[in-house]
């Protein structure tokens, strides 16, 4: 009589399960940057004759839209978020922040994403090293490296080149993938501007 009693509880529990179901699946995020906002505007042009911001360079890591995160614990280690994603793929969306921001500074008469007629004098190459989001106990965090580089189609030079970085984070313990995606705005928007004031020493 015990075993029969066991194993219709043993059925009884199987069934319950059955009946709660698969855990539900996390549905997938997209996260876009804000709107480029510069500070301040230039008086004037600093670059005449029109401005190509070129695809930004990546690694094949940050390629794919997922969100690249690392723990603090483990630095090395880098891995793609499953339902965190980018509403672009990072080379795409930091061109576009680019051309938003230089446009609104005033950098030059015309800032372009593409030149199929191979009519502007400057390109600005960039390259992003890292884009990493960093978990830990303490909050949010981010590391963004980059490396610019201009060039004069006229005078064949290399003007600016630049390579930024910035780690930053929050220490309110709110580790939100939002704050996170503003933390990335933010490193954005201080590179941005430095590379634009070493520029703007550097001209005459």
């Known amino acids: 009589m015990r075993s029969i009693v066991t194993v219709f509880s043993l059925v009884m529990a ?16 997209y996260y876009r940057l804000a709107r480029a906002e510069p500070a301040s505007r230039l008086n004037r042009p600093l ?3 029109g401005l190509v911001v070129a695809v930004v360079e990546t690694p094949a890591l940050y390629q794919d839209r997922a969100i690249v995160y690392r723990t603090a614990e483990q630095p090395l280690q880098l ?4 339902y965190h994603y980018w509403s672009e793929s990072p080379p795409r969306l ?7 921001y230089l446009t609104a500074t005033g950098l030059a008469d015309r800032v372009l994403e593409e030149d199929y007629a191979g009519a502007a004098r400057y390109r600005l190459h960039t390259r992003l090293e890292r884009f990493d989001q960093i978990r830990g106990a303490q909050g ?11 060039h004069d189609r ?4 290399r003007l600016a080149v630049s390579e930024l970085s910035r780690t930053l984070s929050v ?8 704050t996170t995606v503003e933390l990335f705005h933010s490193a954005l928007e ?6 634009l004031q070493r520029l703007a020493d550097a001209r005459p």
């Open 14 to 29: 199987l069934l319950a399960g059955g009946c709660a179901g698969p855990a539900a699946v996390p549905e997938d995020s």
């Open 47 to 49: 670059l005449t004759g």
């Open 79 to 82: 891995r793609r978020h499953h």
């Open 94 to 100: 930091l061109q576009a922040y680019l051309v938003d």
């Open 140 to 150: 949010a965090g981010v590391e963004v490296a980059l490396a610019f580089e201009l």
């Open 154 to 157: 006229d005078t064949g030079e």
């Open 171 to 178: 220490d309110t313990g709110d580790a939100s993938m939002h």
């Open 190 to 195: 201080q590179m941005s501007a430095e590379w």
